[in-house]
């Protein structure tokens, strides 16, 4: 279906769940720092929290980070690990070469699915862009 529209495999990418580890500060809202505005208006409208690198939507019992776009990923998912309630679930999405898939596997993240990135011609992805959403990267 993708090629057919134009796009081309890209890299794979790592559905990745494990918990959060608390005892941090909380996250306050901030205007997001990098492009895709409009993607983080449409997380922002479906009741995610945005700051300034990362957008996280956050239920009762779980958290999905949409989005996490710094040079310093790991540390952006540490803060953010740290500022959700001890041992709540928490998923991601990752393409295989950031350095943030190793980080979260070496932390107790397991991988539950993988697929594989598809774009158009001409898209440069940011290197800085640590989590996606899979299906609105």
């Known amino acids: 279906a993708y090629a057919r529209v134009g796009m081309t495999p890209r890299w794979p990418i790592h559905y990745l769940e494990g918990v959060a580890v608390g005892g941090g500060p909380p996250r306050r809202p ?8 409009e993607l983080v208006q449409y997380f922002a409208d479906e009741g995610a929290m945005v700051t300034a690198d990362a957008v996280v939507h956050v239920t009762n019992e779980r958290a999905e980070v949409l989005r996490l776009h710094h040079h310093d990923a790991v540390t952006v998912m540490t803060d953010v ?10 998923t991601t999405c990752v393409h295989a ?4 898939t190793d980080h979260l596997l070496s932390v107790g993240f397991r991988e539950f699915e993988h697929d594989v990135f598809c774009a158009s011609p001409g898209l440069e992805f940011p290197g800085m862009v640590g989590c996606v959403h899979a299906g609105l990267a």
């Open 97 to 100: 070469a950031h350095p943030l």
């Open 30 to 37: 901030a205007p997001w720092a990098h492009d895709r505005r």
């Open 81 to 90: 690990l740290a500022a959700l309630p001890t041992g709540m679930s928490v």
